[in-house]
């Protein structure tokens, strides 16, 4: 099955060349059947390979030069976090007419958050704060910055950008309000810890309603833990916000400028994929109507 292209540079992908790549470079994997995984992600493609691994496919170079980073990484931070995380088993070379390095990971069992789901998340609200409150208190020694370690006002030209660009599709009055207020937070005062920092439904796995792994850490590094405060609105029902920041430990601040990293990235996400992507977009809908519903609320 093709991945199918969601950015006009990509190479086409699909199941004959993770065939291909595995049998020429992973021989004792070969003949293990492969399945499309999933159909939203923007930035890789998965396959599962066999029952208890998945192979991690880059659709564009900057996804590809990630792959290191997780490869270094990961295996050092799994032991310290209190859900699982992809643990790499082996590394791909480009071949096959493949440019780019991929991965095999262990597969993580799981179900992704339904976006919009009213049911009580106050479990999985408790999950996700324990999750970033460990991740970002590892030593961030030797740590490289995190693909979002800008500050939100570096992120202010692409930010109005996005919002100029969606006047028909949402209210951009408010939304800009929002923003606005989101500039004026104070900044953070510590150095830069750890961050997933694209703590969306698509990178969360859970059972029963509770939290079993993190995945996607194409994000990964230093940067404000305001950024992973983003799961309040992208993972959350507003019922389950309030217990997220109390467990998160997160002051009115670092509150602010979560709420303008969550919508920050939705704009531009949602005018980036409105064309391309029904889950993306639809997801940045979700998130920028729920900002906008807090701030009517007083939140």
Known sequence: MSAGRMHADEPEIDDALVLRLIAAQFPHWAGLPVERVGVAGTSNVMYRLGKDKVVRLPRLAGSADDTATEHRWL???????????????AAGRPAEGYPWSWSVYRWLDGTCPVVGDTADSTLLARDLAAFVTALHGIDP???PAS?????????????????ADLCADIDTEAAAEVWTAALRAPAPTGPPVWIHADLQPGNVLTADGRLTAVIDFGCLGLGDPAVDLIAAWYVLPAEARGTFRTAAGADDAAWARG?????????????????????????ARHVIAEILADRRQGG
Do not use: K
């Open 75 to 89: 295996p050092r931070l799994a032991p310290l976090l209190p859900a699982a995380v992809p643990v790499p088993l």
């Open 147 to 163: 693909y979002r370690s800008e500050s939100l006002a570096d992120r202010d030209a692409e930010t109005r950008a996005a919002l």
């Open 141 to 143: 020694a030797d740590g």
């Open 259 to 283: 709420t303008g990293w969550a919508l920050s990235v939705a704009l531009i996400e949602l005018a980036h994929y409105r064309e391309t992507n029904a889950f993306m977009a639809d997801t």
